[in-house]
């Protein structure tokens, strides 16, 4: 079940870039499993990754691809994240690079592979290298669809979106796919990530953008406090587009293009969230008046990922001291309680360090039925904002990992 995320429709193919499908048989049951994306040669790639320590076979190895190397080929395999594999692992992901480079006639380095799944088993190296001849046969500009459910794991639903720009006289596509519904609480990346645009734009132009939209976006979400050890983020920039190279911030096409993309990644973390696992809520938190980003973001993270506040949301019922508990555990120095402000929507809950004057119950519980609910911080000592999305914690979240391996 989803929280008001609806099945992607017209989304566009980017000039230079195809996309493929099949299914392995990673998966117990029959469903496409792996994903092969390629790029058109001359584009330009940026990408971030997951800062768990225990970090998987294929991102070590993306990361150590994507600096010394033109990427050509994303390879993609669902059901098994090749994390927790040791040495073997790493054997196992460049394996998969080598066979692909093989047949497809490119280096090796320029192969990045990607898993998801369970952590800790052996990836089925053979069952996907027999399934490359058929992914390369099969590529086309349109599979960006069919690759947004072959990536899934515990999503429901595929998540992808495009926009179409004017740079100049040049109109310019971004497409973007994602997958993530658990184990969801990024750094610097999110879960499985693959935007694409044919702008033409220097690569180091790229890789601001891409920490930019990061930060703004895989970096505000959270289910459940936890980050993968897969996560990965890809930006990619073909160039097919024609325009006047972006070759510097302070011009126009670079704001145009920026926010565009920001916009995007904003909406794929939002549809993560919406598809959180179990989520019956879609809750955005909004935490102003603070000094600076850090203080906001720590409010507004000690509130999402707090189970009690968490769980309060999924049974609707409006107990703001769980939310009070969790502002005053922030960790913010010298917090003046007595000057924050805690609303439910438009519902004024808490002023003055307790609970105000024209705030009922009713009132509260009327916004906590909503599908869709904000809750705003104003913490009134200075003048940074920012807001982060998450779900409410569901009986049927806890069954969904309870049987993840079943």
């Known amino acids: 079940m989803s929280v008001g995320l609806k099945y992607p429709s017209s989304i566009l193919s980017i000039n230079g870039i195809r996309l493929s499908t099949c299914c392995a048989n990673i998966y117990q049951k029959q469903r496409t499993d792996l994903t092969l994306?390629?790029?058109?040669?001359?584009?330009?790639?940026?990408?971030?990754?997951?800062r768990n320590l225990f970090c998987a076979?294929?991102?070590?190895?993306?990361?150590?691809?994507?600096?010394?190397?033109?990427?050509?080929?994303?390879?993609?395999?669902?059901?098994?994240?090749?994390?927790?594999?040791?040495?073997?692992?790493l054997l196992d992901a460049n394996s998969n690079c080598k066979a692909l480079a093989k047949l497809a006639g490119c280096k090796e380095g320029e192969v990045l592979p990607f898993s998801t799944g369970v952590i800790g088993e052996k990836l089925p190296v053979d069952k996907i290298n027999a399934a490359l001849p058929e992914l390369i046969i099969q590529l086309s500009a349109d599979n960006w669809i069919d690759a947004a459910k072959a990536i899934m794991t515990t999503d429901t639903i595929p998540k992808a979106i495009s926009k179409t720009?004017?740079?100049?006289?040049?109109?310019?596509?971004?497409t973007g796919i994602v997958?993530?519904?658990?184990?969801?609480?990024?750094?610097?990346?999110?879960?499985?990530?693959?935007?694409?645009?044919?702008?033409?734009?220097?690569?180091d132009m790229l890789e601001k953008i891409l920490l930019h939209a990061v930060n703004k976006s895989f970096?505000?979400?959270?289910?459940?406090?936890?980050?993968?050890?897969?996560?990965?983020?890809?930006?990619?920039?073909?160039?097919?587009?024609?325009?006047?190279?972006?070759?510097?911030?302070?011009?126009?096409?670079?704001?145009?293009?920026?926010?565009?993309?920001?916009?995007?990644?904003?909406?794929?973390?939002?549809?993560?969230?919406r598809d959180g696992e179990g989520a019956t809520k879609f809750l955005t938190i909004k935490v102003s008046g603070g000094k600076n980003e850090t203080e906001c973001t720590d409010v507004a993270y000690k509130i999402a990922e707090?189970?009690?506040?968490?769980?309060?949301?999924?049974?609707s019922d409006p107990n703001w001291g769980r939310i009070l508990s969790a502002i005053g555990n922030s960790g913010v120095n010298d917090l003046d309680i007595n000057n924050i402000e805690?609303?439910?929507?438009?519902?004024?809950?808490?002023?003055?360090?307790?609970?105000?004057?024209?705030?009922?119950?009713?009132?509260g519980k009327k916004v906590m039925l909503q599908d869709e609910i904000t809750l705003i911080v104003n913490l009134n000592r200075g003048n940074c904002q920012e807001e982060i999305w998450t779900t409410d914690l569901s009986y049927e979240y806890i069954k969904i990992n309870a049987e993840y391996r079943t």
């Not at 390629?38 to 990754?49: N, T, W």
């Not at 006047?244 to 904003?266: A, D, M, R």
């Open 37 to 50: 994306i390629e790029l058109s040669e001359g584009s330009k790639v940026a990408g971030v990754f997951t």
């Open 57 to 89: 076979a294929p991102v070590q190895i993306a990361k150590q691809h994507l600096p010394e190397f033109n990427p050509r080929y994303c390879l993609i395999n669902a059901g098994n994240a090749n994390a927790g594999t040791g040495e073997q692992g």
């Open 165 to 174: 720009i004017s740079l100049g006289e040049t109109s310019v596509s971004i």
């Open 179 to 203: 997958k993530g519904s658990g184990m969801i609480r990024p750094d610097m990346a999110t879960m499985l990530a693959y935007i694409a645009t044919d702008a033409n734009i220097e690569k």
């Open 219 to 273: 970096n505000r979400i959270t289910v459940d406090g936890d980050t993968s050890t897969n996560d990965s983020c890809v930006l990619i920039a073909t160039g097919n587009a024609n325009n006047k190279c972006i070759v510097s911030q302070s011009s126009n096409e670079y704001s145009i293009l920026e926010s565009t993309i920001t916009s995007i990644f904003c909406e794929l973390s939002q549809a993560i969230i």
């Open 306 to 315: 707090s189970p009690l506040v968490k769980t309060a949301f999924t049974a």
């Open 342 to 363: 805690v609303f439910l929507d438009n519902v004024c809950i808490v002023e003055n360090g307790q609970r105000a004057q024209s705030y009922t119950e009713e009132k």
